[in-house]
């Protein structure tokens, strides 16, 4: 059974930061890509960054390119994502996803998703 839990979100003030951290079990975690994707209330689910397989390529929204970053560590299972420079905008519901094939930010080709973790920043 294939299982992503999140953790690291929360509160925090504008200009602030956050690391997120995305546990896997259950898969081969170097045979996948791995995402993070955000949902606002009353907005569609969005893409924010991803990681390839073997961690070489990464992918970034235009709205978080040069604030945020993605790295993996296949040792821990574990991806993370680390928000710098935190605006109000990027409050949201954060997911971590697993693909074994396709698009890096196509919410569609993931397979396995996470619960979620709130992240709320405050003006």
């Known amino acids: 059974q294939v299982q992503l839990v999140e953790s690291g979100g929360g509160l925090v003030q504008a200009g602030g930061s956050l690391r997120l951290s995305c546990a896997a079990s259950?898969?081969?975690?170097?045979?996948?890509?791995m995402g993070w994707f955000r949902q606002a209330p009353g907005k569609e689910r969005e893409f924010v960054a991803a990681?390839?397989?073997?961690?070489?390529?990464?992918y970034y929204a235009d709205s978080v390119k040069g604030r945020f970053t993605i790295s993996r560590d296949n040792a821990k299972n574990t991806v993370y994502l680390q928000m710098n420079s935190l605006k109000p905008e990027d409050t949201a519901v954060y997911y971590c996803?697993?693909?074994?094939?396709?698009?890096?930010?196509?919410?569609?080709?993931?397979?396995?998703w996470g619960q979620g973790t709130q992240v709320t920043v405050s003006s």
């Open positions: 259950g898969l081969s975690f170097s045979g996948y890509g």
């Open positions: 990681v390839r397989w073997g961690g070489g390529n990464t």
């Open positions: 996803a697993a693909q074994a094939r396709g698009s890096a930010w196509a919410a569609p080709d993931y397979g396995y």
